[in-house]
Antibody, heavy 121, light 111 residues
Framework: QITLTESGPTLVKPTQTLTLTCTFSGFSLNTFGVSVGWIRQPPGKALEWLGLIYWDGDKRYSPSLKSRLTITNDTSKNQVILAMTNMDPVDTATYYC?????????????WGQGTLVSVSS | QSVLTQPPSVSGAPGQTVTISCTGGSSNIGATYDVHWYQQLPGTAPNLLIY???YRPSGVPDRFSGSKSGTSASLAISGLQADDEADYFC???????????FGGGTKLTVL
């Protein structure tokens, strides 16, 4: 059974760096073809893909946010970490961690419950 | 402004059929990248409803169906039920952006 759980601060100040941790179980990020990604959703708005990290360490980021994002993994802890710099109130959103296997063909079947992050001074 | 365009809202009476469109372009849906659909109930994470244009994951009722033609895709929901009330999002990949892309979402109201 695949589960993912996001954790991190619920409130950050403008210009600060957000760090979120995705702790997962039921799969290994060392397995060929597996990746873990991040998607966010501002309140009442659409989903936005942020990026993902592949089993081989390769990473892909949203072009519009690439300069602010870093995704890393700690396979010993079954964790993936998202860091987003220079936070702004427009970054207020629920941030979801997702499991991905060939997601371009199969979609995203496994989502974390999401964590709401507010950006305010 | 989302890369994929969906109507903000649709509605239908119980038992009816509704269709939600998802319009893209030549670098995403038109480039034959697969389209996926998600249902999001209030306060919950999205749930995969259709993948690969028209395949249903295990457990999804056959009242839900997907199709694709040219630069557009559609989600059809037949035999509308009250608990179908939710937000629905389409998703694909864009080769120009090298990015996953989502539609703006459609709120379904069951009258």
């Amino acid at each position: 059974q695949i589960t993912l759980t996001e954790s991190g601060p619920t409130l950050v100040k403008p210009t600060q760096t957000l760090t979120l941790t995705c702790t997962f179980s039921g799969f290994s990020l060392n397995t060929f073809g597996v990746s873990v990604g991040w998607i966010r959703q501002p309140p009442g708005k659409a989903l936005e893909w942020l990026g993902l990290i592949y089993w081989d360490g390769d990473k892909r980021y949203s072009p519009s946010l690439k300069s602010r994002l870093t995704i890393t993994n700690d396979t010993s802890k079954n964790q993936v970490i998202l860091a987003m710099t220079n936070m702004d109130p427009v970054d207020t959103a629920t941030y979801y961690c997702v499991h991905c296997t060939n997601c371009l063909l199969l979609g995203v079947a496994y989502w974390g419950q999401g964590t709401l992050v507010s950006v305010s001074s | 402004q989302s890369v994929l365009t969906q109507p903000p809202s649709v509605s239908g009476a119980p038992g009816q059929t509704v269709t939600i469109s998802c319009t893209g372009g030549s670098s995403n849906i038109g480039a034959t990248y697969d389209v996926h659909w998600y249902q999001q109930l209030p306060g919950t994470a999205p749930n995969l409803l259709i993948y690969g244009d028209n395949y249903r994951p295990s457990g999804v009722p056959d009242r839900f169906s997907g199709s694709k033609s040219g630069t557009s895709a559609s989600l059809a929901i037949s035999g509308l039920q009250a608990d179908d009330e939710a937000d629905y999002f389409c998703q694909s990949y864009d080769s120009t952006l090298s990015s996953w892309v989502f539609g703006g979402g459609t709120k379904l109201t069951v009258l």
